[in-house]
Nanobody
Framework: VQLQASGGGLVQTGGSLRLSCTASGRAPAIYTMAWFRQASGKERDVVAVLTSSRSSIFYADSVKGRFTASRDNAKKTIDLQMNSLKPEDTAVYFC?????????????????WGQGTQVTVSS
């Protein structure tokens, strides 16, 4: 699966951004999809995970109530609506696909990655 992320940018604290990721290739609709982020000098952490059936969504505690993840299997896209952004949300955001089913939060379980998109939140 090939993944292409877009939508990053610079925003002030309290602002909003929407990230999108388009998948192409072999049967992306059956894959577990996720958003990860990596701040400068830190490890890559999970932000949100969406199961293939969209029946379950996992959010990291740090983004609960502010971020909303969604996927459209027909369009082969996943989105991340980010509201009430904080400076600590500044990171490169990656979309990823896993052949494992369920709420997969371990990045080692993801085989395919997008190129990353920078999100910068100014204070």
């Amino acid at each position: 699966v090939q993944l292409q992320a877009s939508g990053g940018g610079l925003v002030q604290t309290g602002g909003s951004l929407r990230l999108s990721c388009t998948a192409s290739g072999r049967a992306p609709a059956i894959y577990t999809m996720a958003w990860f982020r990596q701040a400068s000098g830190k490890e890559r952490d999970v932000v949100a995970v969406l199961t293939s059936s969209r029946s379950s969504i996992f959010y990291a505690d740090s983004v609960k109530g502010r971020f909303t993840a969604s996927r459209d299997n027909a369009k082969k896209t996943i989105d991340l609506q980010m509201n009430s952004l904080k400076p600590e949300d500044t990171a490169v955001y990656f979309c990823a696909a896993s052949r494992r089913l369920g709420l997969v939060v371990n990045l080692d379980e993801y085989q395919d990655w997008g190129q990353g998109t920078q999100v910068t939140v100014s204070s």
